[in-house]
């Protein structure tokens, strides 16, 4: 499952984040699940994690171990048509190059 299209025009770390957080739902998942779900550096997923959470887009708890959750507001809406629909390469670079 991915994020709600309107939060896919971040940088594409901050989006590879929300999708990974979003698919594990309730659960969450710590930085070091996140470092390996994501291909980026440690320094990109920190930076990303700080921008996602400085727009309040995650939560984090730290009760036994630090986990991270995408907000409600990330979620897609399952009754919503084509919101789990992935854009291929075209869209993308139609999408970015504003065509």
């Not at 299209?5 to 309730?26: I, Q």
């Not at 727009?55 to 897609?76: C, G, M, N």
Request: net charge negative; glycine share 4%.
């Amino acid at each position: 499952m991915a994020a709600k299209p309107e939060y896919r025009d971040r940088p594409d770390v901050e989006v590879a984040l929300l999708d990974a957080l979003v698919d594990r739902g309730d659960e969450g998942m710590t930085v070091l699940e996140l470092r390996a779900a994501v291909d980026a550096d440690i320094d990109a997923v920190e930076e990303a994690l700080s921008a996602l959470k400085e727009d309040s887009l995650i939560t984090v708890e730290s009760k036994e171990r630090v986990r991270v959750y995408a907000h409600d507001r990330v979620f897609p809406d399952p009754d919503a048509p084509n919101q789990d629909r992935r854009e291929g390469l075209v869209d993308t670079l139609r999408d970015r190059l504003g065509l």
